[in-house]
């Protein structure tokens, strides 16, 4: 199924714009878990099974996979969402950027061995470097625009030809990019000015927004920002948040039962501003 097809489904059946995002941290896991091969996959497929029916996506953070030597256990996550959650879309944020050829390699690695419904890009390579991903038509491409890190100004505000650096990737995102209808965008929930700024360059392109949680972005601002006109086009990233909820209170082996309620508590904040 086309990623945005998909996308579509889940905002609408699942009524949630929230994306659950999956960055384990073996530091940070309940004590149980010390010690055991396949911790990882077992943290975060805990962590699905409780929050599936909440999320419009997950969004695995693959550095959080391959500094352990997890890959395979990326492969194993991936494999499980899609066999017991199949309406949710993945969303392997790789952030990945490099020449063409490499690139095929990067997208054969996303979409053909990980499996992956939708990749994040980072555009400033330019389109030859997205060409890869997007010959892949029904899967999504989610380029870098406006991130919600405090030194993405340092570039993405530059002034290009009257215009700031993030809005030319928006507007040649939608505009020339999205020729397969299979594009979106990461937009920072610390920004909601810029959010509501590539709102207004890209129509109902999907955004990406990770900052709300440990990153303090405010939801209602965000929602507001960025929402289309029938309340949807957000995937609305929340990752450390949700899944050390449970690490925080020491609630040990029922870590997955408080991610559900910090997830729960995300999506209906979302959906009373909406
Ligand atoms: O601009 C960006 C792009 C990506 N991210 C990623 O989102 C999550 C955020 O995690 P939190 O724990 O909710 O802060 C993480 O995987 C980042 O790599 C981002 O934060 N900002």
């Not at 899609?82 to 990067?106: C, F, N, W």
């Not at 650096?165 to 939608?174: K, N, W």
């Amino acid at each position: 199924m086309h990623f945005m097809t998909a996308l579509k489904a889940a905002w609408q059946q699942r009524n949630s714009l929230l994306c659950v995002g999956l960055d384990p941290d073996p530091a940070k896991f309940p004590a149980h878990l010390a010690g055991r091969p396949q911790a990882i996959f077992e943290f975060c497929r805990d962590i699905v099974d409780a929050t599936a029916d909440l999320a419009c996506a997950f969004k695995p953070q693959i550095a959080y996979f391959a500094a352990h030597r997890a890959e395979d256990q990326l492969e194993a996550l991936i494999e499980h969402i899609h066999t017991h959650h199949p309406a949710v879309p993945v969303i392997l944020d790789a952030k990945r950027g490099d020449i063409g050829s490499t690139a095929e390699q990067y997208a054969v690695e996303a979409f053909e061995r990980f499996k992956a419904d939708a990749i994040t890009v980072n555009p400033y390579m330019g389109r030859d470097s997205v060409e890869p991903y997007l010959a892949y038509g029904d899967k999504g491409v989610i380029l870098l625009c406006r991130t919600s890190n405090p030194g993405g100004s340092d570039l993405q505000f530059l002034d290009v030809g009257g215009e700031k650096l993030f809005e030319r990737v928006a507007r040649l995102v939608a505009e020339e990019w999205n020729a397969s209808g299979n594009c979106g965008l990461v937009v920072g929930a610390t920004f909601p000015a810029e959010i509501a700024r590539v709102r207004e360059l890209t129509g109902e392109l999907p955004l990406l927004v990770p900052g709300i949680g440990a990153q303090g972005g405010d939801i209602a601002a965000t929602v507001q920002a960025g929402r289309t006109m029938d309340g949807c086009g957000l995937m609305i990233n929340s990752s450390r948040a949700i899944l050390y909820a449970g690490v925080d209170v020491n609630e040990g082996e029922d870590f997955a039962a408080a991610a559900r309620r910090v997830a729960q508590d995300t999506r209906d904040a979302i959906n009373a501003c909406r």
